[in-house]
């Protein structure tokens, strides 16, 4: 057949099997290609001027069709969750947390970070209404788009505003729509970083510090590190992303895809597979072991709210509504300018530098809805997981636990919504703060039974941590866990070297191990004696 061909066709079969020379020109590494494959600069249609935040979108939609019936199903739109194990449905505004209460009566101000404009209440929101889509939060690499504080997800436009002594000048639409691209840190660090109501309040291990983090804060995202993105883990297709705190992928027992394939999961596995230690060492081989049994994160995230910026670690609502001798309402602060009394929003306490706590964990998170029946005479689990030694399914996680006094309807045993942000003009009321009619307008508001009758209880929140991975030689060591006091103190239904003990198994230990030593003595001075004797 290559006679009938000609050494003709040998040639350049050999250049393409050497990597396609004759078919595509190399680019020089001084010319790297352009991440898109548009230059949306070039584009008439965003030209521009625009108005408002929809105009853009609807000139986005001309040419990206699909992306808006994509969006329209993404969580990041719908605010809503069916939990495929348990049938929970779970919406921003059936369940309570442990900071600012619910989005309920709130929405104009929680809203701002939804991936729409004109979220002021969710009865009078259009969901089908793509042109209320958001693009630009997402996709903005300019860091000049931002949005309104209480705007409802709308973007700074006209004239500048202040929030917590901070200016946001207007956004110029027009310049952030010619200069879109992919997502970052910095644009999925617009809300993710800043839930709860500040940087790095909510999550313990999400900050701003992540943003261009060192290798010692981060080994992941770190540009000198393996400089990921957060869609480098959080991969997925059809603006729908990986990685869920609803339902988490407490243990992963497939590992790595196909060769260089990734897996629609946001595990640590999918990455670095089920057995991470490549080295054949006793030590690697050991922890190899550990991994059917405890999370990733549980070894390599050795403490959160590390980088410098603190998380909260309690809220007290029932100190809420004091005031100062005066008789107004006022702030305290620590040395650090962060804010640990507010009339507005009562007591908080910040921490740095957290040592997680540790529980079984097995994925399944349901959550507290405002109509489920409480025990006050307890603390209340704003979120619950099961997760046990004994079920093969669980790994021992590290969390936050974001702990809270927050009020409830003393009558029916019920968590309740509480209105912080006022739509109208009573501006006294809303820096003074008083529960009851707080309670009442945002049970009103939610059509939720309110019996007028409220007490404080303590709550907790559970929020897995998996962020702020350092280098491997930062992470915990064999003895914190393997401790009578350790990090596993609590860890229930598992024997761990270290920290448990029965003296008459430990005698047992002892006199085998002083048996062996024996053994060894008495072999080694046989040899002794028997070589003395040959040597005479």
Known sequence: ?????????????????????????????????????????????????????????????????????????????????????????????????????????????????????????????????????????????????????????????????????????????AHVAQNVGATSAETCGSCHFYGGGGDNVKHGDLSSALVDPPVALDVHMAADGADLGCTDCHVGSAHRWAGSRYAVEARDPVGTGLPGERRDVATCESCHGLRPHPEPTVTHLELNDHVARVACQTCHVPAFARGGHATKMYWDWSEAGRLNDEGEPYVETDADGRAVYKTKLGAFRWEKDVVPTYRWFDGQVRYTLVDDEIDPEGVVPINRFDGAASDPASRIWPFKAMGATQPFDSWNQNLVYNQLFDPGSDAAFWETFDF???????????????????????????????????????????????????????????????????????????????????????????????ARRRAS
């Open 1 to 173: 057949m290559f006679r009938r061909l000609g050494l003709g066709f040998l040639i350049p079969a050999a250049l393409l099997l050497a990597g396609g020379a004759l078919a595509q020109p190399a680019v020089p590494p001084e010319q790297p290609l352009p991440e898109s494959t548009a230059d949306h600069a070039e584009f008439d249609e965003l030209d521009g001027p625009f108005a408002s935040g929809p105009e853009v979108t609807k000139a986005c939609l001309a040419c990206h069709t699909e992306a808006g019936e994509q969006f329209m199903h993404s969580i990041h739109w719908t605010w809503r969750f069916e939990h495929p194990g348990t049938g929970q449905v779970i919406g921003k505004r059936n369940i309570i947390n442990s900071f600012c209460g619910s989005i309920v009566a709130n929405e104009p101000r929680c809203t701002s970070c939804h991936a729409g404009y004109g979220w002021e209440d969710e009865a009078s929101f259009d969901f089908t209404d793509q042109t209320a889509m958001d693009c630009l939060v997402c996709h903005d690499t300019t860091a000049t788009y931002v949005k309104a504080p209480a705007g409802a997800g709308r973007p700074v436009l006209d004239e500048p505003v202040t929030h917590h002594g901070k200016t946001l000048e207007p956004v110029d639409l």
């Open 436 to 530: 009851d009619r707080s309670i009442r307008a945002a049970m009103a508001e939610a059509n939720a039974d309110f019996s007028g009758e409220y007490d404080f209880v303590e709550t907790v929140m559970w929020w897995p941590i998996t962020h702020m991975v350092p280098p491997a030689t930062q992470s915990v060591t064999c003895e914190e866990c393997h401790a009578r006091d350790g990090r596993m103190a609590d860890i229930a239904g598992v024997y761990i070297p270290g920290r448990d003990g029965d003296r008459r198994v430990d005698l047992v230990g002892y006199l085998a191990v002083g048996a062996a030593l024996a053994g060894v003595g008495l072999h080694a001075a046989g040899r002794w004696i028997s």
